[in-house]
């Protein structure tokens, strides 16, 4: 059996990390959707932490609540971008470092799964309510952990150019 290059076990990093933010997130916004009533509201940790579910029209956080299409057009182009860019450096053997690829793979697997339910729903559906911030979902989780990823790499990198 041949040994796998390290572009083929990044390509199975970043598969395995998009696919499995795509199946924790459906399977706990099916979850939540089956034990909750759109608004009703359990708490976990009273006033700290409850699970609320909430169908969200918007972008992060609720804002630019009804705006349809335009909120399905871009996650598909934030997907394209995202594929392309671990394309492009595969194909030029550039090594993307791991903690690159795991960021891209948790925006990926994010952008996926809250396209999935505005495909099929027409909303997000959102049930983790922290109480002083407005309730998200595993999706938001892993965008924004992947996004604070990037910045943090583009920072340190950006220091050591400077």
């Known amino acids: 059996m041949k040994d796998l290059t390290r572009s083929q076990l990044d390509g199975v990093l970043a598969l395995i990390t998009t696919f499995s933010v795509v199946i924790i997130d459906r399977v706990t916004k099916l979850f939540f959707s089956d034990l909750l009533l759109h608004g009703e509201s359990i708490p976990v940790i009273p006033k700290v932490l409850h699970m609320t579910l909430v169908h969200n029209t918007g972008i992060a956080f609720g804002l630019f609540k009804n705006q349809g299409i335009v909120f399905i057009i871009i996650p598909i182009i934030a997907i394209v ?64 952990i992947g996004a604070l990823v990037v910045a943090w790499k583009c920072v340190q990198l950006s220091s050591k150019e400077g």
């Open 81 to 144: 971008l995202l594929i392309f860019n671990i394309y492009y450096y595969r194909r030029n053997n550039s090594a993307l470092s791991r903690p690159y690829i795991i960021a891209f793979s948790l925006i990926l697997g994010g952008a996926i799964g809250n396209l999935f339910d505005r495909m099929v729903y027409g909303y997000v559906i959102d049930f983790i309510d922290f109480q002083i911030w407005p309730v998200f979902n595993i999706a938001d989780t892993a965008i924004s």
